[in-house]
C-alpha cells in the first residue's frame, strides 16, 4: 500500500508559480513511476506530467511543456511540480498518482499518460489561477 499526500496548491495571478508536493509513503517509492493528474470541474482527469522510477525519464502534456517541471526527490520520497507562467486555464484540483513499475523511455510514454494504469492516488490538491 502507497498513501500520497499532495500539498502546495493555492490561489495565483495568471503568470504566477506555484510548485506542489506529493509525500509518500509505505512500500518502496524507488519502484514507482509517478505521475499528476488534474481535474476541472465537469471534466475527466487530464495527464499534466509523470516521471519514471529512476527519475531518468519525463513526460509533459503539450499544454504544460516548458512551463511546468516534474522531479522527485528519492531520500524525502517526495515528488514536485514547479509551475511557472500560470495561466487561468490551469485552474484544477491536481492529483499526484504512483504506478509501479520500472519502464523508461519510450517504454513509459503511452502507459503513464493513462489514469487508470496507475495504482495509487492523492486526495488532490485545488490550484487557481485568476486572470
Known amino acids: 500500500q502507497v498513501q500520497l499526500v499532495e500539498s502546495g496548491g493555492g490561489l495565483v495571478q495568471a503568470g504566477g508559480s506555484l510548485r506542489l508536493s506529493c509525500a509518500a509513503s509505505?512500500?518502496?517509492?524507488?519502484?514507482?513511476?509517478m505521475g499528476w493528474f488534474r481535474q476541472a470541474p465537469g471534466k475527466e482527469h487530464d495527464f499534466v506530467a509523470a516521471?519514471?522510477?529512476?527519475?531518468?525519464?519525463?513526460y509533459y502534456a503539450d499544454s504544460v511543456k516548458g512551463r511546468f517541471t516534474i522531479s522527485r526527490d528519492k531520500v524525502k520520497n517526495t515528488i514536485y511540480l514547479q509551475m511557472n507562467s500560470l495561466k487561468p486555464e490551469d485552474t484544477a484540483l491536481y492529483y499526484c498518482?504512483?504506478?509501479?513499475?520500472?519502464?523508461?523511455?519510450?517504454?513509459?510514454?503511452?502507459?503513464?499518460?493513462?489514469?487508470?494504469?496507475?495504482?495509487?492516488w492523492g486526495q488532490g490538491t485545488q490550484v487557481t489561477v485568476s486572470s
Open positions: 498518482a504512483a504506478k509501479s513499475t520500472y519502464c523508461s523511455g519510450y517504454g513509459c510514454d503511452g502507459i503513464l499518460r493513462l489514469s487508470y494504469e496507475y495504482d495509487y
Open positions: 516521471i519514471n522510477w529512476s527519475g531518468g525519464s519525463t
Open positions: 509505505g512500500r518502496t517509492f524507488s519502484s514507482y513511476a
